[in-house]
């Protein structure tokens, strides 16, 4: 059974700083598109962003320009640098893959085939 396991969440002042990384052994980048998602209790899940097989990645307006998502260094892992953090970017983040090449459908309904169990930001 597959399942991305992220890392590198964790605590951190508003306008500051954290990098969210994602290991997902045989999902390739060039077959499964990986997304980024967040979740606070109550609310819906949000998506942060994406990268297709193509390499080429979507971020979310409310995260534009401080959010980058990027392939890791290691083979199979998705990265999420995220900088000028504000309260707001406080919930769980997920990773996830799902074999497609219409990467942005997926990720606009949510629907991806491997999720992984989050880490948790917390902005103050």
């Known amino acids: 059974h597959v399942q991305p396991v992220e890392s590198g969440g964790g605590s951190v002042q508003a306008g500051g700083s954290l990098r969210l990384s994602c290991a997902a052994p045989?999902?390739?980048?060039?077959?499964?598109?990986m997304g980024w998602f967040r979740q606070t209790p109550g609310k819906e899940r949000e998506g942060v962003g994406y990268i297709n097989t193509g390499g080429i990645t979507t971020h979310a307006d409310s995260v534009k320009g401080r959010f980058t998502i990027s392939r890791g260094n290691a083979k199979d892992t998705l990265d999420l640098q995220m900088n000028s953090l504000k309260p707001e970017d406080t919930a769980m983040y997920y990773c996830a893959a799902v074999r497609t090449n219409h990467c942005g459908w997926h990720f606009q309904s949510g629907v991806f085939d491997y999720w992984g169990q989050g880490t948790q930001v917390t902005v103050s």
């Open positions: 045989g999902l390739s980048g060039s077959i499964y598109c």
